[in-house]
């Protein structure tokens, strides 16, 4: 096998599906894409309808927190994809770009073309949207952007209809603009099914590019550094180690994943690395800190008078963002999300009542 690489990938989840497939479109550029899962196999991943049933199984890392000082100790699960597409083949295929405003920070950071500006013909160039013409979409690009219309639950209609009642603002979807308001979700759904970053960008004939290796079951231990300069990636693939090296290195191993890499390589707070008896090369205080997510589901479950029909899509149908100072506000970056969920649906693990049983909480 090849040991040299001019960019060698690490993580072919969401992130790094996309950069090699486009780094390879240049047929002189020899691109490797290590990932420590495998090709998926279990069609449950395919079902827009199976994804809160998909975690714990064995292409999940299964990750667990330490005890949550603001979720009274909680030690919570953390689902994140062991496989070709990553967490793009356990999440819930809400597509969501963000207010334009979420952006600023990554402009002020890295410069304009880090603004939302900046980015809107990465995200045009990306996306294959149908429902509407717009200059801001994008019509032709590999991965889906479905927005429902017939299948929306009569639920997330009422859900919809009330918050409209309140003075809340109608969307005609999350991604033409303003985030504030009500609309059924954007979904990455292709012929009914869920379409991974992976489906998307690695399909057969990209995957099949004489200058792209795909290395599955491949897990990056730590980084090869010759002075200042990573020259390469410890790994080991069926208990055998080995060394891959490259001109760059591109880390899309994920939020816990790279900084992990980082860490291990003695790139990372010099404190913490002497705690783990790990020389430290470069004292980088923000690498393993500074992580933000929310909480999978916290929720109310409602009983009806009558029978629902189940979801059609993927039971998860509408987030509502919304400024919790006022929620009638329709312009800027909200705060809060609500999501109206077409299934019981209450709390930690996804654990919740059967349909249709009337339950006292
Ligand atoms: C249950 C769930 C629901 C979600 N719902 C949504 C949603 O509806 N909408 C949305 O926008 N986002 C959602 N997300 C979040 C979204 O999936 C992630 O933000 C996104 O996939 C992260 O992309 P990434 O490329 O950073 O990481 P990932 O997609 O996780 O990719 C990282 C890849 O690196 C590999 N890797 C890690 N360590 C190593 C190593 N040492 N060696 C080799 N390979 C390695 C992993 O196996 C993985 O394939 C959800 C996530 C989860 C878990």
Redesign the pocket.
Same mark, same amino acid.
């Given at each position: 096998m090849k040991r040299h690489f001019d960019v060698l990938v690490? =993580?072919? =989840?969401?992130?790094?599906?996309v950069i090699a497939s486009r780094l390879s479109e240049d047929r002189s550029c020899q691109v490797g894409l290590?990932?420590?899962?495998m090709m998926p196999s279990d069609p449950d991943i395919a079902d827009p309808l199976k994804?809160t049933v998909?975690?714990g199984r064995t292409y999940d890392?299964a990750y667990r927190t330490v005890p949550q000082p603001f979720t009274a100790n909680r030690v919570h699960e953390?689902?994140?994809?062991?496989?070709?597409? =990553?967490?793009?083949c356990?999440?819930?295929?809400?597509?969501?770009r963000g207010h334009p405003d979420d952006f600023e920070p990554w402009a002020a950071a890295g410069g304009e073309r880090w603004s939302f500006s900046g980015l809107l013909p990465g995200f045009v160039r990306s996306e294959a949207f149908t429902a509407f013409d717009a200059p801001s979409r994008g019509r032709s690009g590999p991965l889906d952007i479905y927005l429902p219309d017939t299948e929306v639950s009569p639920v997330v209609r009422a859900y919809m209809a009330a918050g409209q009642a309140m003075g809340i603002p109608v969307l005609t979807d999350h991604n033409s603009g303003e985030l504030a308001g009500t609309s059924p979700?954007s979904l990455?759904i292709r012929a009914g099914k869920r379409l991974s970053?992976a489906d998307a960008y690695l399909p057969p004939e990209v995957i099949e590019r004489p200058n792209l290796a795909l290395l599955t079951a491949?897990?990056?231990?730590h980084l090869v550094l010759k002075g200042q300069r990573a020259t390469g990636v410890a790994?080991v693939c069926d208990g055998e180690s080995m060394t891959i090296s490259a001109d760059r290195i591109v880390l899309?191993? =994920?939020?816990?994943?790279?900084p992990?890499?980082l860490m291990r390589s003695g790139i990372g707070d010099a404190d913490t690395l002497k705690q783990a008896g790990i020389r430290c090369l470069a004292d980088r205080r923000d690498v393993g800190r500074n992580l933000q997510d929310h909480l999978?589901v916290l929720g109310n479950v409602y009983s009806t008078k009558k029978p629902l029909p189940p979801s059609r899509l993927q039971h998860?149908e509408s987030l509502m963002y919304l400024h919790g100072s006022d929620p009638t506000r329709s312009t800027g970056s909200p705060d809060i999300v609500l999501a109206c969920v077409v299934a019981p649906s209450a709390a930690e693990g996804l654990s919740a009542p059967p349909y249709g049983r009337l339950s006292r909480f």
């Amino acid at each position: 096998m090849k040991r040299h690489f001019d960019v060698l990938v690490v =993580g072919a =989840g969401s992130a790094g599906s996309v950069i090699a497939s486009r780094l390879s479109e240049d047929r002189s550029c020899q691109v490797g894409l290590i990932e420590a899962g495998m090709m998926p196999s279990d069609p449950d991943i395919a079902d827009p309808l199976k994804w809160t049933v998909l975690q714990g199984r064995t292409y999940d890392w299964a990750y667990r927190t330490v005890p949550q000082p603001f979720t009274a100790n909680r030690v919570h699960e953390w689902p994140r994809g062991k496989i070709v597409g =990553g967490s793009s083949c356990l999440h819930a295929m809400a597509y969501v770009r963000g207010h334009p405003d979420d952006f600023e920070p990554w402009a002020a950071a890295g410069g304009e073309r880090w603004s939302f500006s900046g980015l809107l013909p990465g995200f045009v160039r990306s996306e294959a949207f149908t429902a509407f013409d717009a200059p801001s979409r994008g019509r032709s690009g590999p991965l889906d952007i479905y927005l429902p219309d017939t299948e929306v639950s009569p639920v997330v209609r009422a859900y919809m209809a009330a918050g409209q009642a309140m003075g809340i603002p109608v969307l005609t979807d999350h991604n033409s603009g303003e985030l504030a308001g009500t609309s059924p979700n954007s979904l990455n759904i292709r012929a009914g099914k869920r379409l991974s970053v992976a489906d998307a960008y690695l399909p057969p004939e990209v995957i099949e590019r004489p200058n792209l290796a795909l290395l599955t079951a491949h897990e990056v231990e730590h980084l090869v550094l010759k002075g200042q300069r990573a020259t390469g990636v410890a790994v080991v693939c069926d208990g055998e180690s080995m060394t891959i090296s490259a001109d760059r290195i591109v880390l899309c191993a =994920g939020a816990l994943s790279s900084p992990l890499i980082l860490m291990r390589s003695g790139i990372g707070d010099a404190d913490t690395l002497k705690q783990a008896g790990i020389r430290c090369l470069a004292d980088r205080r923000d690498v393993g800190r500074n992580l933000q997510d929310h909480l999978l589901v916290l929720g109310n479950v409602y009983s009806t008078k009558k029978p629902l029909p189940p979801s059609r899509l993927q039971h998860s149908e509408s987030l509502m963002y919304l400024h919790g100072s006022d929620p009638t506000r329709s312009t800027g970056s909200p705060d809060i999300v609500l999501a109206c969920v077409v299934a019981p649906s209450a709390a930690e693990g996804l654990s919740a009542p059967p349909y249709g049983r009337l339950s006292r909480f």
